[in-house]
């Protein structure tokens, strides 16, 4: 599948990188000097040496091997290689970079290692038309919170989907949101998700519930209503607000362990405000945040035991049913 | 087998719980509105969240999960399941947490994670009446100290067993303790131990050997001249002395490593006493016990190696020799 | 293949003992009362624990275990066993500790775990006329500086014998070095290597590139002129200047992890004098050795990467050509 991995404005021009760890895997994003998008394996084809090891940098027009000097443009081609004789064995203009797939969702930067990847429209599918409301290509983010979560993705995910942990869990959140379960939307196979409604009088999730930023313009009387909260199997999470758009990127680094980044990302004529502040979002989403990776970390340990075996569901946990059914089914295949 | 796990005193009235991590499992330990011992698996038969998080408390009732409210009485029976229907798939009179049988000998706490355990009485044996004048169910903890060693548990078992040692490492012990084998006891399968003989003019094991405190009352003559020092198979060790008890429960927590916690009881009476100080017996075996660790790490360290090859007993390493042939018929059983 | 483990300078006489770590095996290496160099298995024949815990001191004539006394002389026949009884199985005079081959070539002292090992002369075969001017038996070591490197101890090795990444890697080097190729030897199966030209007017490899004290005496011209670099496979990596020698030792911690000890050994006439000071030669090294092993790290990263297949090579590699050779036949044969 592709892999959530960057935002756009991470990549802003030609030359700009970032590096990603994707399954153990070092990635070079960049964009080359048409302003395409590329991907790379961060390993030369000499002697295997990592070409970048700053996180995010500039390439002038070149990635350089700082190990013997072997240099390869934006597109992936050997233009240098010391000391190389052309022969039989080795002719520059056959050796590339080992390229990775890179692609764009509305301001979203997937990479896919596949050799050959189904188009990223048809993970995506009929989610782009119901969030194209949002405009997440034109948001900036204003902030990443970074935790260490001792859980599997796959839980973490799940939480996501689940409102019915939040009269036990979420103390800030219950005030705000009805106890209802994620609702609108038929199940697919690489999304899933919907809406949560707002209790009365309550404009958006901060401490306050109230809008302290003009909604974002173009939205329905309905989204301004609701979060929607949807996962972008398998590893980005939306929770779109009526004045921010928050994101969780999820990293495996283990079978029990997943980095995940949270973002906030508001409307660009934000930041141009002297006033602007976003701490209301970022706090109550750090406090709630912390609760879930608190009872996400609880279920790992409990599901490691001898003890456990899975079996029970509610009927307002359908879209916890489907996700297990959708892992299962991926299990079976591979 | 059956595995020591706690003092009754630690859980003494009913809803009183602790947590016991026991072969990679996190056990619920408790008693019930009788009074009755229970144990659980640490695990909601909902979403596998861990119940109980805290190492030790009190249960108002019912062990409820703080993931999605689902609760349990002190039986195990599960009470309450939000949103949850009955059904053919669920009913929730049929769902009970997992049970871990739980029986009790002398004041000590076991556990035994066996679907259908045989009866503790049988595990004990002939040392309950060999031991019952220290009458350990009355006694009470005043310390506890916990070592972390880098030794397998075994080994930890093998030096609690061998008095040979004590000339090379204890310079405090072998002033105090005769220079010959742990006596007075035939093999058994479960437990295996015998009595170390103080030299003369030594009341206790303590640095001074004297007596601080009156003896318990009770012992003969004889428990009164010597440390009795017994293994309780596989994770409790006894060193029965006139004035107090010592115990050491061993904790795996991997092929080359042992949490120790040991415990010093003494008679309830004595805590009343203003003047009571059991410093005199846990300074003592605080460092006794450190140079024993030390010696169970060299070897640790020593077994792993190519060239270890064992085979060579000394005559007064007879019940090393029946520990080791418990071992080796257990790991042929399995 | 015989290991280089220490130098004749740490075991000046009867009884003084080193430990070492080889391949996961704690190793005494001492001298008996003849001067014999010994090595032994670091585990007692008894119950197995570590014989010697500190790293290095000086043995009494006897290695007597801490646990039970067992006690044996420096030939490594047990002489003393506290309670055992002689019998058919056992009898004092045949048990001895587990030995080690150890070796001495040139003031470096080797050890071989194989049962049977080759004549350690077989392993340095020409190497050890080349290198005879420099006397290395005769200098003393002036620092030992110690690096935990992130990366196979293989490709250390590589790094040691390729030239073609000073330009890129080494701005003091490239400085003093001339731009070529190890040079002046055809590959051996246990050892390569070769001499590595000075620039005009530089007369050592130091920051300052001058002789702060005299050359070794004895060294051809062409000696002066150049740094001979040599791996004595597996472990041993030779820096020969004219005025002293630097050694690397290499010690596996992992298949992605070495400990390298980097020693640099002076003439022992230097030591009297008051003006003596190495540090000229040591902060180049040292400077030089953290470059080398931030690239060998890069590349150990690089070359666990899916995307990574060996296989172009510089008319200039020649070296490390033979090198990869080597070791995937001995990888064939194993």
């Excluded at 301001?107 to 194209?132: K, T, W």
């Excluded at 939205?219 to 994101?247: E, G, I, K, W």
Aim: a negative charge; hydrophobic letters at 40%; one cysteine or more.
């Amino acid at each position: 599948m592709w892999i959530a991995a960057a935002r756009v404005e991470d990549l802003p021009a030609p030359g700009a990188y970032v590096l990603r760890e994707i399954a153990g895997e070092s990635v070079i994003l960049t964009r080359d000097d048409t302003g395409a998008f590329r991907g790379y394996f961060n390993v030369c084809r000499h002697q295997g040496s990592r070409l970048c090891t700053e996180k995010a940098g500039r390439l002038d027009g070149r990635i350089q091997c700082p190990y013997h000097g072997w240099a390869y443009d934006l597109t992936g081609r050997l233009v240098d290689a010391p000391h190389m004789d052309d022969g039989p064995a080795f002719r520059m203009e056959r050796v590339s970079l080992a390229a990775v797939a890179v692609d764009v969702w509305d301001g979203h930067v997937f990479v896919c290692l596949q050799p050959s990847p189904p188009p990223l429209r048809d993970q995506i599918g009929g989610l782009a038309r119901r969030l194209e409301a949002w405009r997440m290509f034109e948001l900036r983010r204003a902030y990443r919170a970074i935790y260490d979560v001792r859980a599997n993705w796959k839980l973490i995910v799940r939480n996501h989907l689940d409102t019915l942990h939040i009269p036990f869990v979420h103390p800030a959140l219950r005030r705000l949101a009805a106890d209802r379960d994620l609702e609108g939307d038929p199940p697919a196979q690489t999304w899933l998700g919907g809406r949560l409604a707002f209790r009365p009088d309550v404009e958006t999730l901060t401490h306050s519930g109230r809008l302290r930023r003009p909604a974002l313009s173009g939205l329905a009387d309905d989204q301004r209503r609701h979060v929607s909260m949807y996962a972008v199997l398998p590893n980005l999470l939306l929770s779109l607000h009526p004045d921010y758009v928050m994101t969780h990127l999820l990293w495996p680094k283990g079978p029990d362990r997943t980095e995940v980044w949270c973002e906030w990302h508001f409307h660009p004529r934000e930041f141009d405000r002297p006033a602007f502040d976003p701490a209301d979002a970022i706090d109550f989403w750090d406090d709630t945040n912390r609760e879930d990776w608190q009872v996400c970390e609880q279920t790992q340990a409990g599901v490691a035991s001898r003890a456990w075996a899975p079996g029970f569901y509610s009927p307002r946990e359908e879209l916890l049913v489907t996700f297990d059914r959708i892992v299962l089914e991926r299990l079976d295949d591979a």
